[in-house]
Each structure stands twice: as structure tokens, then as C-alpha cells.
């Protein structure tokens, strides 16, 4: 079960009760979909992590000089995953009688065996017993064992059926759409498309990485080749999808000029990157050397960015805050200036090698003032070293300066971001409930917020505690409200909130210039505004 399904039963979910049968209680803590706050979805993730480390493990059983040496903990391992999947077929057959599929039919456990994902489970361990009975070559062994990829459908089949059902009556374009960019459609499948891609961006780095190690890639290098060109085949389907569908986002609907607008964006001219170099060797390798060009693979890392709201969030406070990080650029930019003119007037006719000229002094002047000090160049005269002492101690101040602006723009786009997801929330529960498309809304919301599904569902209850709290206190009339101080409290909390989140979404500059041009508000009431969103203590 996703996030956004928890976060859609956040209203009627409840702790799995400790009084139920052990079965029962088994079945509700471990394997129910239906409860939110249960262990279902760890199980799934873990499962599915042994899987995977399962694949890795078979692919390098096939490399002599990585598997023979640790035969023995393979062999450990294999068996450590046998004994967990041995466990969880046994277990969830221990359970049929309690799964909604199979307890409304008779025979609920004969039923759960002869289901395709009961069969897929049995597959995965079937071949390790196997061979206690009967002789099976190991090679044959090795590729019986890949049948324990199968069991990655348990998770797959229920998306693509989600998927499936979500895009009944839309066009082929709609559906890929659906698949590569965020939207209402997309659901589970979506999510483990994403996944997909960064299990490989991942994979594709770290074998560029190791390819570097000599006694490494002597040992990989057809491996290394294969990975690489199943990488670049992944990315470029995903490029071709993404520039195909992307005619269905807002702003990019027309058929040439809207797939060019979206070839030139940021994330697509990283996609493009990370496929170029692998193009550019093949086809003119016998024209020009370009093996220099594999080390440009790493761009691919960028393609993470994606997938991750922080560089957005990153961008937002930096075109934000540029007039002051530009001010603070212009000082740090003369303050060296000035120390590389002054170190070459102490230290050229002392160290005329060193400090040969102005530009030659900047090098100096910035590994000073970042207090790194290399210790290649140093000044040797008295008034070069009294320089240095001073500059050090400027440049602690100096260059802190641009890592203070973005960490508190950076802490204060944040709130102002989960200020809008909370006035969301509040729309949304207008109603009184949260839809499964107004769930998936909140999900991609926390994703790039980096809020945790507890910390969202949290949210919700504060915010539905206050919106009740609200409505009764807004039948009150405003005497009697005064008369309980609580009352009174909370609904002068509400009227701030009200403020900060009319700051929020009013043009700022445009009302005070309302407020004040015009005469609408009073001085002392533009000064409470400010201070009301600005944080600040009134001045006395």
C-alpha cells in the first residue's frame, strides 16, 4: 500500500486491536491492506529489497574472480533468502482464511496455492528443495533461481491494475503521460516507474565509478559494457517517452514547438546529456578518441533532480534572495581584488615566483579568505603575514555570509511551502473528508517536501481540529467569545493564522502600497501587519 492510500485512511484507520484471534492479529499487523498503520507495506518494501539484492547476487555469481572467493557467503545468502521467502509462503498460507480474497470461499487455503501470486512465491524457493531430490547441474540451478524476480509482481500486477483502471478511456498518449510525469492518473505505477529509473541512475554511476579501478575493470569490463548499454537503452526510452507525451502538460500542448520547449528544459537537457556521450562513441569512435567523453556518464547522477523537490525549492530561494546574494558576490569580489593587489605590493620583490603578478595573487587571496590555506603560497614579509592574520579572520565573516542567506531563505521557503500545504489541507476538508485524488495531491506535495506520511497525517488531524474548533467558535458572537479566556486565545490565534495566510497569498508590495497610498490603513496598523509576518517583537 503507497503513502497516498495511508494518508487517504488516515480518517478511519485504527491500531490493530490486541484481543482479536492470533490469526487474526497476525493477518490485521502484517499482511492487511486495509489498515493504515499496520506492517504491510514494510514487509512489501523489505521483501522486495531481497529481491532485488537477489538479481545483484546472481549477476555476479557469473564473474569468476568476484564469486569464487566469497563462494561460502554466497551460498549464506542464498540461503538466508530461501528461509525468509520459505517463511512468508508459509506464512501467508497459514493466513488465507483471513484474506478478503479467499475467506468468502470455501477452501480459503487451497485457494491461496493455486493463485498466480501463491505460485509465483512457491517458484522462488521450489528449485533450492529441488535439488535435495533431485540432481540439477548448477548453471541450471542459477537460472531457476531468476524465477524470484517473479515475485516483484505482487507488487507490479496491482499497480498496472490500479493504472489500468484509472486510464480506462484515455488515449495511448494520455496513458504514457500518466507514466513518466506526475499527475491524478499515474497512481502505484507511476511511483515504481520513478524507482525504476533511479535504481539505474544509481546502478549506472556506481559501475562509472568503478570502472575507474583498474584491477576492477580488468576483471568487469564485458559487464561494465552491458550495464552500460542497457542503461543508456533504459534512458533513452525514457527521453523519447517523456519528449512524446509531454504535449499533454500545461504550456506544452502544441505538436513541434511544444516538444521543443520541453527538450530545452532543464530536466530534459540532463536526459539528453546522459545518453550523448554513449551515442557520440559509437557512431565516431573511428573518427576521434572520445573515450574521454565516458566520464561525462556521471551527468546522470543529475537526473536525480527529478525525482527530489530540494533543487527546486533551492532555485526558488536563490532567484529570491539573488539581489542580496549579488550584493554580498560584488564585496566578496572586491575584498580579493584589494587582497591580491596588496599581497603582490608586499610580496612580489620578496617572492617574485610566487606572487609574479595581480592575477597570479588571486589564487592567494582566495584560499585566505575561504581560511583554507593550501600552504603553497604563503607570504614571508612582515606586513604580508600581519595582512594574512587580518584577512583570515575577515573571511571567516565574509564568506559565511552567502551560506547564512541560503540556509535561513532556504528554512523560511520551506515554512512558506508547507504554510500553502496546510491552507490546501484546509480547503480540502471542507468537506469533512480527503478524496483519493485530493490524497494523491497531499502525497506528491510531502514527497517534495520531504514531510514523512505520520507527519502529514499529523498535519491533517491539527488541521481538522482547528477547522472544528473554528467552526464552533465562529457561531459565537464576539462578546461572549471574549468572556472565556481560552475562547478568546484561540480566536486570536485563528485571526493571526488568517493573517499570515493572507500574507501568504496577497501580493505584499501591492497592499501596503494600497494601504498606505490611499489612506485605508493607519501607520500603527501597517506596522502590526508587517510585524505579524516578518516574526518580529513590536518595537517599544
Same mark, same amino acid.
Not at 265 to 279: G, K, M, Q, Y
Given at each position: 500500500?503507497?503513502?497516498?492510500?495511508?494518508?487517504?485512511?488516515?480518517?478511519?484507520?485504527?491500531?490493530?486491536?490486541?484481543?482479536?484471534?492470533?490469526?487474526?492479529?497476525?493477518?490485521?499487523?502484517?499482511?492487511?491492506?486495509?489498515?493504515?498503520?499496520?506492517?504491510?507495506?514494510?514487509?512489501?518494501?523489505?521483501?522486495?529489497?531481497?529481491?532485488?539484492?537477489? &538479481?545483484?547476487?546472481?549477476?555476479?555469481?557469473?564473474?569468476?574472480?568476484?564469486?569464487?572467493?566469497?563462494?561460502?557467503?554466497?551460498?549464506?545468502?542464498?540461503?538466508?533468502?530461501?528461509?525468509?521467502?520459505?517463511?512468508?509462503?508459509?506464512?501467508? &498460507?497459514?493466513?488465507?482464511?483471513?484474506?478478503?480474497?479467499?475467506?468468502?470461499?470455501?477452501?480459503?487455503?487451497?485457494?491461496?496455492?493455486?493463485?498466480?501470486?501463491?505460485?509465483?512465491?512457491?517458484?522462488?524457493?521450489?528449485?533450492?528443495?529441488?535439488?535435495?531430490?533431485?540432481?540439477?547441474?548448477?548453471?541450471?540451478?542459477?537460472?531457476?533461481?531468476?524465477?524470484?524476480?517473479?515475485?516483484?509482481?505482487?507488487?507490479?500486477?496491482?499497480?498496472?491494475?490500479?493504472?489500468?483502471?484509472?486510464?480506462?478511456?484515455?488515449?495511448?498518449?494520455?496513458?504514457?503521460?500518466?507514466?513518466?510525469?506526475?499527475?491524478?492518473?499515474?497512481?502505484?505505477?507511476?511511483?515504481?516507474?520513478? @524507482?525504476?529509473?533511479?535504481?539505474?541512475?544509481?546502478?549506472?554511476?556506481?559501475?562509472?565509478?568503478?570502472?575507474?579501478?583498474? *584491477?576492477?575493470?580488468?576483471?568487469?569490463?564485458?559487464?561494465?559494457?552491458?550495464?552500460?548499454?542497457?542503461?543508456?537503452?533504459?534512458?533513452?526510452?525514457?527521453?523519447?517517452?517523456?519528449?512524446?507525451?509531454?504535449?499533454?502538460?500545461?504550456?506544452?500542448?502544441?505538436?513541434?514547438?511544444?516538444?521543443?520547449?520541453?527538450?530545452?528544459?532543464?530536466?530534459?537537457?540532463?536526459?539528453?546529456?546522459?545518453?550523448?556521450?554513449?551515442?557520440?562513441?559509437?557512431?565516431?569512435?573511428?573518427?576521434?578518441?572520445?573515450?574521454?567523453?565516458?566520464?561525462?556518464?556521471?551527468?546522470?547522477?543529475?537526473?536525480?533532480?527529478?525525482?527530489?523537490?530540494?533543487?527546486? @525549492?533551492?532555485?526558488?530561494?536563490?532567484?529570491?534572495?539573488?539581489?542580496?546574494?549579488?550584493?554580498?558576490?560584488?564585496?566578496?569580489?572586491?575584498?580579493?581584488?584589494? @587582497?591580491?593587489?596588496?599581497?603582490?605590493?608586499?610580496?612580489?620583490?620578496?617572492?617574485?615566483?610566487?606572487?609574479?603578478?595581480?592575477?597570479?595573487?588571486?589564487?592567494?587571496?582566495?584560499?585566505?579568505?575561504?581560511?583554507?590555506?593550501?600552504?603553497?603560497?604563503?607570504?614571508?614579509?612582515?606586513?604580508?603575514?600581519?595582512?594574512?592574520?587580518?584577512?583570515?579572520?575577515?573571511?571567516?565573516?565574509?564568506?559565511?555570509?552567502?551560506?547564512?542567506?541560503?540556509?535561513?531563505?532556504?528554512?523560511?521557503?520551506?515554512?512558506?511551502?508547507?504554510?500553502?500545504?496546510?491552507?490546501?489541507?484546509?480547503?480540502?476538508?471542507?468537506?469533512?473528508?480527503?478524496?483519493?485524488?485530493?490524497?494523491?495531491?497531499?502525497?506528491?506535495?510531502?514527497?517534495?517536501?520531504?514531510?514523512? @506520511?505520520?507527519?502529514?497525517?499529523?498535519?491533517?488531524?491539527?488541521?481538522?481540529?482547528?477547522?472544528?474548533?473554528?467552526?464552533? &467558535?465562529?457561531?459565537?458572537?464576539?462578546?461572549?467569545?471574549?468572556?472565556?479566556?481560552?475562547?478568546?486565545?484561540?480566536?486570536?490565534?485563528?485571526?493571526?493564522?488568517?493573517?499570515?495566510?493572507?500574507?501568504?497569498?496577497?501580493?505584499?508590495?501591492?497592499?501596503?502600497?494600497?494601504?498606505?497610498?490611499?489612506?485605508?490603513? *493607519?501607520?500603527?496598523?501597517?506596522?502590526?501587519?508587517?510585524?505579524?509576518?516578518?516574526?518580529?517583537?513590536?518595537?517599544?
Amino acid at each position: 500500500m503507497d503513502s497516498s492510500h495511508a494518508i487517504n485512511d488516515q480518517v478511519h484507520t485504527s491500531e490493530v486491536p490486541s484481543n482479536l484471534p492470533i490469526r487474526k492479529r497476525l493477518y490485521s499487523a502484517l499482511l492487511d491492506p486495509h489498515i493504515g498503520d499496520n506492517h504491510h507495506k514494510q514487509v512489501d518494501k523489505w521483501i522486495g529489497l531481497l529481491i532485488v539484492a537477489n &538479481l545483484f547476487a546472481l549477476v555476479f555469481e557469473h564473474v569468476p574472480a568476484i564469486y569464487d572467493p566469497y563462494k561460502q557467503w554466497f551460498h549464506f545468502f542464498d540461503l538466508f533468502s530461501v528461509a525468509v521467502f520459505t517463511f512468508e509462503y508459509v506464512l501467508r &498460507l497459514y493466513l488465507a482464511p483471513e484474506d478478503h480474497e479467499f475467506k468468502e470461499r470455501g477452501m480459503p487455503r487451497l485457494r491461496y496455492m493455486t493463485s498466480p501470486f501463491a505460485i509465483i512465491d512457491f517458484l522462488a524457493v521450489a528449485p533450492f528443495y529441488l535439488q535435495a531430490f533431485i540432481p540439477i547441474d548448477l548453471r541450471m540451478l542459477r537460472f531457476l533461481r531468476l524465477l524470484r524476480i517473479l515475485k516483484l509482481f505482487r507488487v507490479l500486477i496491482p499497480a498496472v491494475k490500479q493504472f489500468t483502471e484509472a486510464n480506462k478511456y484515455r488515449t495511448f498518449r494520455q496513458k504514457v503521460h500518466a507514466l513518466v510525469f506526475p499527475s491524478e492518473y499515474g497512481g502505484t505505477l507511476h511511483s515504481i516507474f520513478d @524507482t525504476f529509473i533511479v535504481v539505474w541512475v544509481v546502478v549506472s554511476v556506481i559501475a562509472v565509478v568503478l570502472e575507474s579501478v583498474l *584491477t576492477i575493470h580488468y576483471v568487469l569490463n564485458i559487464e561494465f559494457i552491458i550495464l552500460d548499454a542497457v542503461a543508456v537503452g533504459v534512458f533513452t526510452i525514457e527521453y523519447c517517452l517523456r519528449i512524446y507525451s509531454c504535449v499533454e502538460e500545461p504550456g506544452y500542448q502544441k505538436a513541434i514547438s511544444g516538444r521543443l520547449k520541453q527538450a530545452k528544459t532543464t530536466s530534459s537537457l540532463i536526459d539528453f546529456f546522459a545518453i550523448l556521450p554513449f551515442f557520440l562513441e559509437v557512431f565516431l569512435h573511428h573518427l576521434f578518441d572520445l573515450r574521454f567523453l565516458r566520464v561525462f556518464r556521471l551527468l546522470r547522477l543529475l537526473k536525480l533532480t527529478r525525482y527530489t523537490g530540494a533543487t527546486a @525549492t533551492l532555485t526558488k530561494v536563490i532567484a529570491r534572495e539573488w539581489p542580496v546574494l549579488g550584493a554580498s558576490a560584488f564585496v566578496m569580489l572586491l575584498l580579493v581584488v584589494l @587582497t591580491a593587489s596588496l599581497g603582490y605590493l608586499f610580496e612580489h620583490e620578496a617572492q617574485p615566483e610566487k606572487f609574479e603578478n595581480i592575477p597570479q595573487a588571486i589564487y592567494w587571496a582566495v584560499i585566505t579568505l575561504a581560511s583554507v590555506g593550501y600552504g603553497d603560497i604563503s607570504p614571508i614579509t612582515p606586513m604580508g603575514r600581519v595582512m594574512t592574520i587580518i584577512l583570515a579572520l575577515l573571511g571567516i565573516g565574509i564568506f559565511a555570509i552567502p551560506a547564512a542567506l541560503l540556509s535561513s531563505a532556504f528554512s523560511d521557503q520551506l515554512r512558506i511551502e508547507r504554510e500553502n500545504l496546510k491552507n490546501e489541507l484546509y480547503k480540502m476538508l471542507s468537506d469533512g473528508v480527503i478524496s483519493p485524488e485530493e490524497a494523491e495531491i497531499i502525497t506528491r506535495e510531502a514527497k517534495r517536501l520531504h514531510i514523512s @506520511t505520520e507527519e502529514v497525517n499529523l498535519l491533517i488531524e491539527k488541521v481538522r481540529k482547528e477547522r472544528e474548533h473554528k467552526d464552533d &467558535l465562529a457561531t459565537f458572537p464576539l462578546h461572549k467569545i471574549a468572556n472565556v479566556p481560552e475562547h478568546a486565545v484561540e480566536h486570536y490565534k485563528s485571526l493571526v493564522s488568517q493573517i499570515l495566510q493572507l500574507g501568504i497569498m496577497t501580493d505584499r508590495v501591492k497592499f501596503e502600497e494600497v494601504g498606505v497610498e490611499k489612506g485605508r490603513l *493607519t501607520p500603527s496598523e501597517v506596522a502590526l501587519w508587517r510585524q505579524i509576518l516578518d516574526g518580529k517583537a513590536p518595537s517599544s
